[in-house]
């Protein structure tokens, strides 16, 4: 496998990174990071749920659907350290993953779309399929790292809010939805280190590796011998001998 073609594992890379944008970002909507349940004795009266997220928080009976309580400026206020992370390390991963996105796609784009023969002008450029594949890559490890490890502290600090006052805490869906999409990243970063780990016997540095050295243009053949071309001006002048 070669780094002159577009493969199945840039492809399926591609497409796990957008799977895995797109699962972030609901998991950064999402107002189901942490549950408060609250039990009621009294017969006459429901348990009360609140659902906190990141930037909202709702309060529901059981049994209902609606908010009986929809705070919008949550996010403002929020008294929870985890959350707190979380609202800057979320976002800022979704944007590394979309930047990672949009090298992985000028490297196909390049790949797909170039000339047969290189142009010798642009032999020195910088931009080529397995050098933005390799910077994706590391975007997207980088992405996936940012997004992980809060998500994972939210389980150490529920914990610490349980012991701190009531058992009353848990964690909801929404920790789950954004621990797969940081695994989703960490594979799409797999996928195109194998690629490019694949590709690397080509004769070049790994940030340039395609079109890097002018010995390849003898490959292509001229559309005229050396010799034709001094043909304009060689001469053939007779030589007379004399016999006695």
């Not at 389980?155 to 964690?171: A, D, G, M, Q, S």
Request: aromatic share 14%.
């Amino acid at each position: 496998m070669g780094c002159r073609d577009v493969h199945a594992a840039t492809v399926l890379s591609f497409l796990c990174g957008i799977a895995s944008v797109a699962g972030l970002f609901a998991g950064t909507m999402l107002p189901n990071w942490r549950k408060l349940r609250l039990i009621t004795f009294n017969r006459n009266e429901k348990n009360l749920t609140v659902y906190t997220g990141l930037w909202v928080k709702c309060a529901r009976y059981d049994g209902s659907s609606d908010c009986l309580m929809y705070d919008t400026t949550w996010y403002s206020s929020v008294d929870q350290l985890d959350l707190r992370v979380l609202q800057f390390a979320l976002p800022l991963s979704i944007l590394v993953a979309m930047g990672a996105l949009l090298l992985c796609l000028i490297g196909m784009c390049n790949t797909a779309f170039r000339s047969s023969v290189p142009n010798i002008k642009l032999a020195k450029c910088l931009v080529n399929s397995a050098g933005c594949h390799l910077v994706a890559g590391l975007l997207f490890f980088l992405a996936g790292t940012v997004s992980l490890s809060p998500s994972i502290w939210v389980f150490f600090y529920n914990i610490h809010l349980n012991r701190k006052f009531e058992p009353v805490f848990t964690f909801d869906y929404a920790v789950y939805v954004t621990i797969a999409s940081a695994g989703g990243l960490f594979m799409t970063s797999l996928l195109l280190f194998i690629w490019y780990c694949a590709c690397k016997s080509l004769p070049s540095p790994f940030w340039q590796p395609l079109y890097s050295h002018p010995p390849s243009m003898h490959t292509y053949p001229q559309p005229y011998s050396a010799r034709s071309r001094l043909s304009a001006i060689e001469i053939d002048i007779p030589v007379v001998s004399h016999t006695t």
